[in-house]
């Protein structure tokens, strides 16, 4: 589950799991909107999309774009696989103590 910062105003930075680590992805949501803009489109297509979106916000380390392509195609998956059943795609948790989406 992807979880996500309540705090407005702060750049957004969610951790998945990339090459069995969790990195920190600024923008997210962006990036996987990029890939559900496209719909029913090839994997192929969709991937590159994201990849394209991340880029541009984020550093993909050279040598580790296959990994980088895996963790954001998988994350795409699971929001996908979520939505499909109607259930939430995200999980907020407020992490600064701040009451907000998530916070008691």
Same mark, same amino acid.
């Given at each position: $589950?992807?979880?996500?910062?309540?705090?407005?105003?702060?750049?957004?930075?969610?951790?998945?799991?990339?090459?069995?680590?969790?990195?920190?992805?600024?923008?997210?949501?962006?990036?996987?909107?990029?890939?559900?803009?496209?719909?029913?489109?090839?994997?192929?297509?969709?991937?590159?999309?994201?990849?394209?979106?991340?880029?541009?916000?984020?550093?993909?380390?050279?040598?580790?774009?296959?990994?980088?392509?895996?963790?954001?195609?998988?994350?795409?998956?699971?929001?996908?696989?979520?939505? $499909?059943?109607?259930?939430?795609?995200?999980?907020?948790?407020?992490?600064?103590?701040?009451?907000?989406?998530?916070?008691?």
């Amino acid at each position: $589950m992807i979880t996500e910062p309540c705090c407005p105003g702060r750049t957004v930075t969610k951790r998945i799991s990339i090459g069995g680590r969790e990195i920190g992805i600024t923008g997210l949501d962006d990036v996987l909107d990029a890939g559900f803009r496209l719909g029913l489109s090839h994997e192929t297509a969709i991937r590159d999309a994201m990849m394209r979106e991340l880029r541009e916000r984020n550093y993909v380390p050279r040598g580790a774009e296959k990994e980088y392509e895996d963790g954001i195609w998988a994350a795409f998956s699971e929001v996908r696989d979520r939505r $499909m059943k109607g259930l939430s795609d995200r999980e907020p948790t407020c992490r600064c103590g701040e009451t907000g989406p998530g916070g008691n």
